[in-house]
């Protein structure tokens, strides 16, 4: 399984970007289907999830409102739409296939994509 994670950049705190993340070499449509973002200095941080189906997990008070999560399985891809970014939002941006376990904890999933940088100024 190849996970590849984009659409990261710089943006003035404010705007708006879009992060996809593709799958390849897996069943992509029968997983839960996670994001993280890790900080310098900082542990990754758990961002959103969506189930198989669609449904989304709670979001963490940081993004609740801002971020939203979703997904095509027929095109074995994933979404991450940011609005309203803050400085506090910049960080790497990794998406990951969640195996088992908590949802919110890293180490539930087990494959990751290579990140992907957002980077948002003030």
């Known amino acids: 399984v190849q996970l590849q994670a984009s659409g990261g950049g710089l943006v003035q705190a404010g705007g708006s970007l879009r992060l996809s993340c593709v799958a390849s070499?897996?069943?992509?449509?029968?997983?839960?289907m996670g994001w993280f973002r890790q900080a310098p200095g900082k542990e990754r941080e758990f961002v959103a999830a969506i189930t198989w189906s669609g449904s989304r997990l709670n979001y963490p008070d940081s993004v609740k409102g801002r971020f939203t999560i979703s997904r095509d399985n027929a095109k074995n891809t994933m979404y991450l739409q940011m609005n309203s970014l803050k400085p506090e939002d910049t960080a790497v941006y990794y998406c990951a296939r969640h195996l088992r376990g908590s949802y919110y904890t890293h180490s539930a999933y087990d494959y990751w994509g290579q990140g992907t940088q957002v980077t948002v100024s003030s």
């Open positions: 070499g897996g069943t992509f449509s029968t997983y839960t």
